[in-house]
C-alpha cells in the first residue's frame, strides 16, 4: 500500500502538464481508499493537497470514498485535517440480507451509526444507495429512501442495480438463484426515488444524483461537461480535451512502470476524434437536468456534424422523448432511466 501510494504521486508530478488548467477538485476513489492504515493514508491525502495547491489555492473540492465501517468522529477529523472536506459513502441499502446479495461487508446498524456521525460532524457528505436489489419491493425501497433522507445528506446518488458479468452476483442470477428486478417494478422505483427527493427539497441534476441548493458535486460535474482531467494509479482514467488514456490495469505492472529505473508511463491511448467528442458530449449532457447546449454541441462538432444531430435529435422531439428550450434540449425526468435507449437514436455516425 505504501509503495502504490508513492507511486500514484510520483506519477503526478510526471503527468501534471498534461492538464493546462489549475485543478479545482481531486476525488480519491476506485475502491475503498480508507482501508488503508491511517499512516500511509493520512500523509498521503496531505502530499496530494500540498502538491495539487503548489500553483494554486483554489481547491473547490476535496472528496474520499469511505465505507460505513470506516466512520469514527476521530476519524473524520483526521480526513479533514489531512485535506479532506468531502466524504462519499456507500450505503447501499439499510436491510442486511439486502446487503449480503451485493457482498457488502457492512450491516445497516452501522450504516445508520455512520450516517449519524457525518450528520453531527457538519462535514459536507454523499451517501450511495442502489434499488432494484434481489428481493426488494417498491415498499421497502421507500423506506430506504425516507430512511436516508431523515438525515439530510447534502447529496446523494442512487443507482439500479447492474448485474456485471465477471461478478458473483451475476453468476448467481445466471444460476436461478436470484431474480433481476423487472422493468415495471423498476420503473416504479424511480417514480419513488424523484417523487421523495423532490419532496425532501432535492434537486435531481444528474440521472442518478441528487443535491441539496448548492452541493451538486463539483467533480463529477466535470465529467459531465467534459473538462479535462487526470486520472492517477492503477486502471486510471485520463483526458486531456482532445486524447483519452487509461492506465494500466494489472498492479504489478503499474507499479514497475511508474517506480522503475527509469520510470516510464504506459498507456492505452484512444484519441478523440471530432465525431467521438462530440457523441462524448451528447451522452453525458443528455443525463443531466440542464441538457444538450445546440451552441456547445456546433462548437465542437461544427456544423455539418450539427446537421446530422438536429435531425435525429427532431425525431426524439417528435417522439416526445425530448424537449427543446432556448437552444438547449434534455430529456424529459421521468423519462431518465429509459435514457440509453434514447441517447442510442441521437448519437452521430455521418457513415449511415
Known amino acids: 500500500m505504501r509503495r502504490y501510494c508513492v507511486a500514484v504521486l510520483a506519477e503526478f508530478k510526471s503527468r501534471r502538464h498534461e492538464i493546462n488548467e489549475n485543478f479545482e477538485t481531486v476525488y480519491i476513489g476506485g475502491g475503498t481508499p480508507t482501508v488503508i492504515p491511517d499512516d500511509i493514508l493520512l500523509p498521503f491525502i496531505s502530499s496530494v493537497k500540498a502538491l495539487v495547491t503548489s500553483d494554486s489555492n483554489h481547491l473547490r473540492e476535496f472528496t474520499i470514498e469511505a465505507n460505513p465501517e470506516d466512520i469514527t468522529p476521530a476519524y473524520i477529523n483526521n480526513l479533514k485535517e489531512a485535506g479532506i472536506d468531502r466524504i462519499s459513502i456507500g450505503i447501499q441499502s439499510f436491510d442486511s440480507r439486502q446487503l449480503h446479495y451485493i457482498s457488502r461487508k457492512h450491516d445497516a446498524e452501522t450504516s445508520l451509526g455512520a450516517l449519524k456521525i457525518l ?30 433522507l431523515s438525515f439530510t445528506p447534502p ?69 459531465w461537461n467534459l473538462t479535462p482531467y487526470l486520472g492517477l494509479g492503477c486502471s486510471a482514467h485520463s483526458f486531456d480535451g482532445s486524447m483519452r488514456r487509461i492506465n494500466p490495469l494489472n498492479l504489478r505492472q503499474y507499479l514497475t512502470s511508474i517506480l522503475g529505473d527509469p520510470p516510464h508511463t504506459v498507456f492505452i491511448t484512444e484519441p478523440e476524434t471530432i465525431v467521438n467528442k462530440l457523441n462524448d458530449y451528447i451522452i453525458t449532457s443528455l443525463r443531466t437536468s440542464s441538457g444538450l447546449s445546440l451552441s456547445q454541441a456546433e462548437t465542437i462538432g461544427g456544423s455539418d456534424l450539427k446537421s446530422y444531430l438536429i435531425a435525429n435529435l427532431s ?7 425530448l424537449i427543446e428550450t432556448d437552444g438547449r434540449v434534455r430529456i424529459p425526468e421521468n423519462l431518465w432511466l429509459t435514457a440509453d435507449s434514447i441517447l442510442r437514436e441521437v448519437i452521430v455516425d455521418p457513415t449511415e
Open 155 to 223: 447529496h446523494f446518488s442512487a443507482y439500479l442495480l447492474s448485474y456485471e458479468p465477471g461478478t458473483k452476483l451475476y453468476v448467481r442470477r445466471e444460476k436461478g438463484l436470484v431474480n433481476e428486478t423487472d422493468e415495471e417494478t423498476a420503473s416504479r422505483m424511480y417514480q419513488v426515488l424523484t417523487e421523495i427527493a423532490s419532496k425532501y427539497g432535492y434537486h435531481h441534476y444528474e440521472i442518478s444524483n441528487f443535491a441539496l441548493p448548492g452541493h451538486e458535486a463539483v467533480h463529477n460535474s466535470s465529467y
Open 119 to 148: 450528520h453531527d460532524s457538519g462535514v459536507n457528505y454523499s451517501a450511495d444507495l442502489i434499488y432494484g436489489l434481489p428481493g426488494q419491493s417498491i415498499k421497502d425501497w421507500q423506506k430506504q429512501l425516507e430512511t436516508l
Open 315 to 321: 425525431k426524439e422531439i417528435a417522439k416526445d422523448n
